[in-house]
């Protein structure tokens, strides 16, 4: 029998999402948004088989929905489902990276018709909207689902097979349980790198060299503020509990290790340098996590015409895309570092082969 699955919200998670489930035989894609042009988009690439403007139209056809916008609009699309009258038993999920309040509103809702399970895939991208959906965007990567008590085995089961095509990795989270880790390892992380751009730009009135220096290292710790801030000014909103916890807890820490500075204890120092290290060594760099991952080649390349042109040919003569490219380091004479970003690890280790064997120096992060 055919089944009918509603994507509301139709930008980089919904989209890459709808890409996955419309891989399954019998399955009809439906797909609501707020935007024209982004419906307009997801008809003329076969992203979905339909498309809706209007939410309560929408989901009234649907066996299952899953919820795929911001968690405040999230939240107001799970109170609507309460006023609108469904016809048929409704599976509902979200793909929110802060549950406690979605959870919330789902165990507000009274109908008998509708079931719901949150859910959150730990996946992204540098990009945003339905233009950067890609299908293998959760490949390898932890999907979380937080069944409420309605919910049964069996429906969770069948939300783990409409998300098989993703190639994910389900793991089963308490609504708080999850809040509190992606606080931890995703959402303060954001943070910190935004206020280390601050403090950078607020020297920079007092070293103008600042921006020219400001590459490689500092770069790379600061990534992630480079991400959307209307997605994460909406995340530490609907978290600013957690945020206000951590930041507390960040400053006790900074404090003492400023205790350390001060006090020029060279081996307590080292030693807390040595149990950061050792712990961040013993993270598994093979799995994706809340944070998305970069898979980075570093190559040697000399001061001279058609270098850099040289490399991308030999990587697009094998079909492989690379993600971005930035000159670190180039001096006029002198060997420079070139930085190539690849989506997948795959990708990544074959490059590096393909460059090795053309007599190039290259080196990997691990």
Same mark, same amino acid.
């Given at each position: 029998m055919k089944e009918t699955v509603l994507i509301a919200g139709l930008g980089?998670? =919904?989209?890459?999402?709808?890409?996955?489930?419309?891989?399954?035989?019998?399955?009809?894609?439906? =797909?609501?948004?707020?935007?024209r042009s982004t419906l307009d988009y997801c008809l003329m690439n076969g992203i979905v088989d339909n498309v809706y403007d209007d939410f309560a139209e929408a989901v009234k056809l649907a066996d299952i929905c899953i919820l795929a916008a911001p968690v405040s609009i999230t939240v107001e699309l799970i109170h609507q489902l309460n006023h609108i009258p469904l016809e048929k038993e409704l599976l509902v999920s979200d793909v929110g990276s802060v549950k406690s309040q979605i959870m919330e509103a789902a165990e507000s809702l009274t109908s008998d018709q509708i079931t719901f399970i949150g859910g959150h895939p730990m996946a992204g991208s540098h990009k945003k909207g339905i233009q950067a959906a890609k299908p293998y965007l959760f490949e390898n990567a932890i999907y979380v689902l937080s069944p409420t008590k309605k919910s049964t085995a069996e429906q969770l089961d069948r939300l783990k097979a409409l998300l098989s095509p993703t190639k994910c990795k389900f793991l089963i989270l308490d609504p708080e349980e999850h809040d509190e880790m992606t606080s931890v390892i995703s959402h303060f992380p954001h943070l910190i790198a935004s206020s280390l751009v601050h403090q950078a730009r607020n020297w920079q009135s007092k070293h103008p060299y600042i921006p020219k220096l400001a590459a490689g290292g500092f770069r790379d710790i600061t990534r992630i503020a480079s991400s959307n801030p209307l997605m994460w000014r909406d995340i530490f909103f609907q978290n600013r509990e957690k945020m206000s916890r951590l930041l507390a807890d960040w400053i006790?820490?900074?404090?003492?290790?400023?205790?350390l500075i001060?006090?020029?204890?060279?081996?307590?120092?080292q030693t807390y340098l040595e149990q950061a290290k050792d712990y961040r060594d013993g993270l598994d760099s093979k799995k994706k996590g809340a944070i998305l991952s970069y898979y980075d080649i570093y190559v040697d390349i000399f001061d001279q015409p058609g270098a850099l042109l040289k490399v991308i040919g030999l990587l697009a003569e094998h079909d492989i895309s690379i993600n971005n490219i930035e000159i670190l380091e180039i001096r006029e004479g002198i060997t420079g570092v070139l930085r190539l970003s690849f989506q997948n690890k795959n990708d990544q280790q074959l490059s590096q082969a393909i460059l090795n064997k053309n007599k190039y120096e290259t080196m990997i992060e691990e």
């Open positions: 980089l998670i =919904g989209g890459s999402l709808a890409l996955n489930i419309k891989e399954i035989e019998n399955v009809h894609v439906l =797909g609501y948004d707020a935007k006790v820490e900074m404090q003492q290790l400023k205790t001060d006090s020029g204890e060279k081996q307590q120092i």
